[in-house]
């Protein structure tokens, strides 16, 4: 089982990025997915949570309004969409997967904690500069 990123990079404040991560070894459109970040010198936060199976998606304050994930499950693969970017959105990026099927009255909490989840990608840096 393996999760690979790709897509991190440096990009100007308001801009867009697209973040993929791409499983091997599992269904990934049978899985809860989540995406979670760490800027330098803080902990890490969950920031998205997607239940492909139910529809539930659950979608931190900071990433409200500005961040996407989606799955397409011809090419097994998660996407991190990413539009006005702000420096404070500077960190390493993760993908990582569970089996279990995380229901929306406990997104939140479940999809905060990344002990819940089994599987990680390696990490992509983003960089927002001013």
């Known amino acids: 089982v393996q999760l690979v990123e790709s897509g991190g990079g440096l990009v100007q404040t308001g801009g867009s990025l697209r973040l993929s991560c791409a499983a091997s070894?599992?269904?990934?459109?049978?899985?809860?997915v989540a995406w979670f970040r760490q800027a330098p010198g803080k902990g890490r936060e969950g920031i998205l949570c997607?239940?492909?199976?139910?529809?539930?998606?659950f979608s931190s304050d900071s990433a409200k309004g500005r961040l996407d994930t989606d799955i397409d499950t011809a090419k097994n693969t998660v996407y991190l969409q990413m539009s006005s970017l702000k420096p404070e959105d500077t960190a390493v990026y993760y993908c990582?997967?569970?089996?279990?099927?995380?229901?929306?009255?406990?997104?939140?909490?479940?999809?905060?904690?990344?002990?819940?989840?089994?599987?990680w990608g390696q990490g992509t840096q983003v960089t927002v500069s001013y």
């Open positions: 997607f239940n492909r199976v139910t529809g539930d998606k």
């Open positions: 990582a997967a569970t089996r279990t099927q995380f229901l929306r009255p406990d997104l939140r909490i479940r999809c905060s904690e990344g002990s819940n989840f089994a599987y």
């Open positions: 070894g599992l269904p990934i459109g049978e899985y809860t």
